[in-house]
């Protein structure tokens, strides 16, 4: 009987323990997920955080767009060194930012307390996202492409028609022409030639292959955009988050989100350059997108500030959704977009000095390391 009673008072004991370990379980999980308010908010320094990030995005945006516009240049100049390097620095910098910045935060909010049991079941979810990105800007390049062959192809039809009726209008003023000079005994009508009206018909024939972009110069410029794309989505989070950090990492995160935005610029200035844009103005405000993305992040944030709760479950939700996208985004650019174009699959590249080769490979590591580096603090 006594060892069934002390029995029974272990069991007592034992469950009391769990109740205790299970609800204090349950006010740590309040704790993280609970509202922290922000002590001795200076706002002054928010605000005045949102012209040093739009300064230095901006500096590493247009500095590559107008080193490559100012003036022409060949290949081997200074300049062209510099473009470059600038370029494969910021294929590693992209890649970087995906694999060290976006991916590892993904992974950690997916992993959140402050998520619903459903999300905490499966831990991979940040690679699924990821993957539906590079799945889904697989299908937009094809459809895209398909779709500017098939303009392409009946505006080529149309010019050929054109061409044909107005041939055919050519051949018969020439009959009539001839008919007339015979007889007028051989001569000469004023004005009326028909070797004018075939050659400008013609030019027009010729001019209509550049009316559409073509399969490559198509593909590059989505690469592009869809790049950009990713790279605001992050900028966007990363400004609402530097509005909202304590006073003690503030200082810290704006410094390294600084170099952050200005490598990113630098990246994404490189890459606009490659674009055949006929006006000055569309590369410029190309890059005020991106320029601008932070900044406005860092407003919003300023202005939900007293409501905002970076623990809450929309929150976490989102930017591990968002994240794991903009990493999808930024891997597919950068191995088909860039690393499979620029290098594997470039005659250009292949032929180039070993040299040359070395520098964009160093380049390319030097970037991806530095990304990687600036991971430590933002």
């Given at each position: 009987?006594?060892?069934?009673?002390?029995?029974?008072?272990?069991?007592?004991?034992?469950q009391?323990?769990?109740q205790?370990?299970s609800s204090?379980?349950?006010?740590?999980?309040?704790?993280?997920?609970?509202?922290?308010?922000?002590?001795?908010?200076?706002?002054?320094?928010?605000?005045?955080?949102?012209?040093?990030?739009?300064?230095?995005?901006?500096?590493?945006?247009?500095?590559?767009?107008?080193?490559?516009?100012?003036?022409?240049?060949?290949?081997?100049?200074?300049?062209?060194w510099?473009?470059?390097?600038?370029?494969?620095?910021?294929?590693?910098?992209?890649?970087?930012?995906?694999?060290?910045?976006?991916?590892?935060?993904?992974?950690?909010n997916?992993?959140s307390?402050?998520?619903?049991?459903?999300w905490?079941?499966?831990?991979?979810?940040?690679?699924?996202f990821?993957?539906?990105?590079?799945?889904?800007?697989?299908?937009?390049?094809?459809?895209?492409?398909s779709?500017?062959?098939?303009?392409?192809?009946?505006?080529?039809?149309?010019?050929?028609?054109?061409?044909?009726q107005?041939?055919?209008?050519?051949?018969?003023?020439?009959l009539?022409?001839?008919?007339?000079?015979?007889s007028?005994?051989?001569?000469?009508?004023?004005?009326?030639?028909?070797?004018?009206?075939?050659?400008?018909?013609?030019?027009?024939?010729?001019?209509?292959?550049?009316?559409?972009?073509?399969?490559?110069e198509?593909?590059?410029?989505i690469?592009?955009?869809?790049?950009?794309?990713?790279?605001?989505?992050?900028?966007?989070l990363?400004?609402?988050?530097?509005?909202?950090?304590?006073?003690?990492?503030f200082?810290?995160?704006?410094?390294?989100?600084?170099?952050?935005?200005?490598?990113?610029?630098?990246?994404?200035?490189t890459?606009?350059?490659?674009?055949?844009?006929?006006?000055?103005?569309?590369?410029?405000?190309?890059?005020?997108?991106?320029?601008?993305?932070?900044?406005?992040?860092?407003?919003i944030?300023?202005?939900?500030?007293?409501?905002?709760?970076?623990?809450?479950?929309?929150?976490?939700?989102?930017?591990?959704?968002?994240?794991?996208?903009?990493?999808?985004?930024?891997?597919?650019?950068?191995?088909?977009?860039?690393?499979?174009?620029?290098?594997?699959?470039?005659?250009?590249?292949?032929?180039?000095?070993?040299?040359r080769?070395?520098?964009?490979?160093?380049?390319?590591?030097?970037?991806?390391?530095?990304?990687?580096?600036?991971?430590?603090?933002?």
């Amino acid at each position: 009987m006594l060892k069934y009673s002390l029995l029974s008072i272990l069991l007592l004991i034992n469950q009391a323990f769990a109740q205790d370990d299970s609800s204090a379980a349950a006010s740590s999980e309040e704790d993280e997920c609970a509202t922290s308010t922000i002590e001795d908010y200076n706002l002054g320094l928010r605000i005045g955080s949102i012209f040093i990030i739009l300064a230095t995005t901006a500096i590493g945006t247009y500095a590559p767009i107008l080193l490559h516009r100012i003036s022409p240049y060949k290949q081997g100049d200074i300049r062209d060194w510099i473009l470059t390097i600038g370029k494969f620095f910021g294929t590693g910098v992209i890649l970087a930012t995906a694999f060290v910045h976006m991916l590892p935060d993904a992974l950690e909010n997916f992993s959140s307390p402050c998520l619903t049991q459903g999300w905490l079941s499966y831990g991979a979810f940040a690679g699924v996202f990821c993957m539906i990105a590079s799945f889904a800007l697989q299908l937009l390049e094809v459809a895209s492409v398909s779709h500017m062959n098939k303009l392409r192809r009946l505006q080529q039809e149309k010019a050929d028609v054109e061409f044909g009726q107005a041939k055919d209008n050519n051949n018969n003023d020439k009959l009539h022409i001839d008919a007339f000079s015979v007889s007028t005994k051989g001569t000469q009508a004023p004005g009326v030639s028909g070797c004018d009206n075939a050659h400008h018909i013609g030019d027009e024939h010729g001019h209509t292959h550049g009316v559409f972009l073509e399969g490559d110069e198509a593909l590059r410029h989505i690469g592009t955009y869809i790049l950009e794309l990713g790279i605001i989505m992050h900028s966007i989070l990363i400004g609402i988050t530097l509005a909202v950090t304590d006073k003690d990492e503030f200082t810290t995160l704006l410094i390294a989100l600084v170099f952050h935005q200005f490598f990113e610029g630098m990246a994404l200035g490189t890459r606009l350059n490659d674009l055949k844009h006929k006006h000055w103005y569309q590369p410029i405000m190309m890059g005020l997108l991106y320029v601008c993305m932070t900044p406005i992040g860092i407003a919003i944030g300023i202005g939900i500030r007293s409501s905002f709760n970076s623990n809450s479950y929309s929150f976490v939700l989102s930017q591990a959704i968002l994240d794991s996208l903009s990493a999808g985004i930024l891997l597919y650019n950068a191995y088909v977009s860039l690393m499979s174009m620029e290098i594997s699959h470039n005659h250009a590249f292949h032929n180039a000095s070993t040299g040359r080769k070395i520098c964009c490979f160093l380049s390319m590591y030097v970037g991806a390391g530095l990304m990687s580096l600036i991971g430590e603090w933002a």
